[in-house]
C-alpha cells in the first residue's frame, strides 16, 4: 500500500534526460525511444549532441552511422486513424523514431520490404505534420531533427564533381548523379519543410534544435550533386531564415564563408546558384539604408564571384543579386561597375558577353553622377568589346545603344564619350568582318551625327588627323627599320669597321 502511494509520488526531475520527461509528460507526450547522434556542437553550446538516451525494449541498435546509432522497431505502429486523438503525438513520436532507420540503396534488392515500410512511414509523418492543429512539443522538436540528421547529414553523399569547365566541358550538358536513396530521402525533406514552414513550430522552443551547427551540415548539403536535393534545401534553408529571425546573421556569414572558400580556393562548388536564389530573396528585403555589412558583404563576396571560368553555371543568379543591390542603393553603381572592370574577361568570348549583359541591367539602374564617376574606363572597355572578332560581344556592346536610359546617358556625356569610342567605330564600319556588325556600328554612329552633327564632324577630322600622324609615325619606323637593315647586309672595311671616313663613326650607326 505504501509502495503505491510512494509511486505515486511526482519524481524530482534530475539531469537533462529527466528533464526531457517532465517536457513530455507536459505536453502530453511520452519520451520517445531514442537514439544517440553524434553532432560537432558550437563551442559553448550547451546541449549535448552526443547524450545518452535509453535503449526501449524491443528495439535492436545499429551499427554506428555516421555517428548515430539507430534502431530498428520490432512491433507493428498502427495508422493514426486508429488511435485516439490524445495519443497521436506519442505515436508519432515512434514512427519519427521508425524512420531513423538507414537503408543501403546501392544494393535494390536489400532489405526492400523494410524500406517499403519506411516509406510508407515518412508519407505518414507528412500527412501528420501538415494537418498537425495543436503547438509541437519540444519532444517532437527534438526527435523530428534528431530524425533528420540521421538521414540527411549522411558521409555517404557523392563526391562533387570537379571543375569541368576548365578543360573545356559544359556542365551544363554534363549528366548530374542522381542519388539513389532520393526515395526515401525526398519525404524527409518533405517532412522538414513541412515542420519547418508550420505554423504550430514554435521558433523561440525550435532554434535549440535547428541551431548554428545543424544549420552548418544543412548548408554543407549544397554540396550535393543531386539538383533534386539542392531544390529543396534552397526552399528549406529560405523558410529558416525566414522562420529563426535569431539565425539570420550567422545564415548570412556562413554563405559568405562558403563563397570565400570557392572564390579564392577550390572553384568548386555544385551550390553555388541555389544559394545565390536564396540570398536574391533576402537583398530585396534588405532595409534602407544599406548597413555597412552587407555593402562590405557586396564588395569581397558578390563581385569577386564573377572570377571563377564557371561563372556561367551561377551567373544568372549573380546578376540578380548585384542588379538588387543597385536598385536598393544606386550610389553602388561606380562601385560595381568598376568591379566588372576589374573581372573583365579577356580571352573567354562567352563570359564577355554574359558581363556585356549583366552591365545593361546595372547601367539601367545607374543615375547620372554615378555613371559620370565611371563612364571613361567603362567606355574605354566597351570599345574593346566593339571591335572584338567575336560578332555576338561586338553585336552585345553595340546593343546598349538600343536601351533608352542608356542612350539617355550616354547623351548626356556625348562630349566626353564620342572621342573615346569613335575609333572602334570607324575600324568597324571600315574593316569587320560580320555583316550584323558593321549595320548596328552604321546605326550607332547615326545616333551621335543627328545628335549633334559639328562635334561628330570634329570628331572625324580629329581621327583622320591622328590616323595620318600615325602613318606618318609607321612610315619612318619602316624606313629607320631598312637603313639598319642595310647597314648590316653591308661588308664593313676592316680598318673602318663602322663604315665612316677617317675611323669616326657616322651619325647613323650612332
Known amino acids: 500500500m505504501i509502495k503505491q502511494i510512494l509511486g505515486r509520488l511526482p519524481r524530482k526531475p534530475g539531469k537533462a534526460g529527466d528533464s526531457r520527461e517532465v517536457a513530455a509528460a507536459g505536453n502530453g507526450t511520452e519520451p520517445s525511444n531514442s537514439y544517440s ?5 558550437d563551442p559553448g553550446n550547451k546541449r549535448a549532441g552526443n547524450g545518452d538516451y535509453p535503449v526501449p525494449s524491443g528495439v535492436t541498435p545499429n551499427p554506428v552511422m555516421n555517428g548515430a546509432v539507430v534502431y530498428h522497431s520490432n512491433e ?9 486523438a490524445s495519443e497521436k503525438q506519442n505515436l508519432f513520436v515512434k514512427k519519427v523514431n521508425l524512420c531513423c532507420a538507414v537503408y543501403d ?27 498537425a492543429n495543436g503547438k509541437f512539443s519540444e519532444v517532437v522538436m527534438l526527435e523530428i531533427t534528431k530524425m533528420v540528421s540521421i538521414n540527411l547529414f549522411r558521409s555517404s553523399s557523392p563526391t562533387p564533381r570537379e571543375n569541368k569547365a576548365i578543360e573545356g566541358v559544359d ?4 549528366e548530374p548523379l542522381m542519388d539513389p536513396a532520393w526515395s526515401h530521402l525526398q519525404i524527409v525533406y518533405e517532412v522538414f519543410l513541412r515542420f519547418v514552414a508550420s505554423q504550430e513550430t514554435d521558433a523561440k522552443l525550435a532554434k535549440r534544435y535547428i541551431d548554428h551547427s545543424f544549420i552548418l551540415r544543412l548548408l554543407d548539403l549544397f554540396d550535393s550533386e543531386d539538383p533534386r536535393e539542392r531544390d529543396y534545401l534552397k526552399t528549406i534553408l529560405h523558410r529558416i531564415y525566414g522562420k529563426f529571425m535569431v539565425h539570420r546573421p550567422f545564415i548570412r556569414k556562413a554563405i559568405n564563408n562558403i563563397f570565400y572558400r570557392f572564390i579564392f580556393e577550390t572553384e568548386k562548388h555544385n551550390g553555388v546558384a541555389e544559394l545565390l536564389e536564396i540570398l536574391g530573396s533576402i537583398i530585396n528585403g534588405f532595409a534602407l539604408p544599406l548597413k555597412e555589412e552587407h555593402k562590405l558583404f557586396l564588395v569581397r563576396a558578390l563581385i569577386p564571384l564573377h572570377k571563377p571560368k564557371c561563372v556561367s553555371m551561377y551567373h544568372q543568379q549573380l546578376s540578380y543579386c548585384i542588379t538588387q543591390f543597385v536598385e536598393k542603393d544606386c550610389k553602388l553603381a561606380d562601385t560595381v ?18 558581363f556585356l549583359g549583366e552591365l545593361e541591367e546595372v547601367l539601367e539602374a545607374t543615375q547620372l553622377a554615378e555613371f559620370q564617376r565611371c563612364m571613361v574606363p567603362l567606355f574605354r572597355q566597351i570599345g574593346r568589346s566593339m571591335n572584338s572578332s567575336h560578332f555576338q560581344v561586338a553585336e552585345r556592346a553595340l546593343f546598349l545603344w538600343n536601351n533608352d536610359h542608356i542612350e539617355n546617358l550616354i547623351k548626356q556625356n556625348y562630349k566626353v564619350l564620342l572621342p573615346i569610342i569613335y575609333p572602334a567605330l570607324e575600324r568597324n564600319s571600315r574593316d569587320h568582318w560580320n555583316q550584323a556588325v558593321r ?27 591622328e590616323e595620318l600622324k600615325q ?40
Not at 342 to 347: I, L
Request: net charge negative.
Open 105 to 131: 540503396f546501392a544494393d535494390p534488392t536489400k532489405n526492400l520490404k523494410e524500406k517499403e515500410v519506411k516509406r510508407q512511414t515518412l508519407m505518414e509523418l507528412v500527412d501528420y505534420v501538415t494537418s
Open 337 to 354: 561597375i568598376r568591379g566588372l572592370l576589374k573581372y573583365w574577361p579577356v580571352t573567354n568570348s562567352s563570359k564577355e558577353v554574359m
Open 76 to 84: 507493428p505502429l498502427p495508422a493514426f486513424k486508429d488511435v485516439p
Open 171 to 174: 556542365l551544363e550538358e554534363d
Open 37 to 41: 547522434v553524434a553532432r560537432s556542437m
Open 439 to 465: 549595320s548596328l556600328t552604321l546605326n550607332v554612329r547615326k545616333i551621335f551625327s543627328d545628335h549633334d552633327s559639328a562635334f561628330f564632324g570634329e570628331c572625324v577630322q580629329r581621327f583622320n588627323d
Open 471 to 510: 602613318e606618318e609615325s609607321d612610315s619612318k619606323r619602316e624606313a629607320l627599320w631598312k637603313r639598319l637593315e642595310e647597314m648590316a647586309t653591308s661588308k664593313p672595311d676592316e680598318n673602318n669597321p663602322l663604315g665612316a671616313p677617317n675611323g669616326k663613326p657616322s651619325q647613323a650607326a650612332c
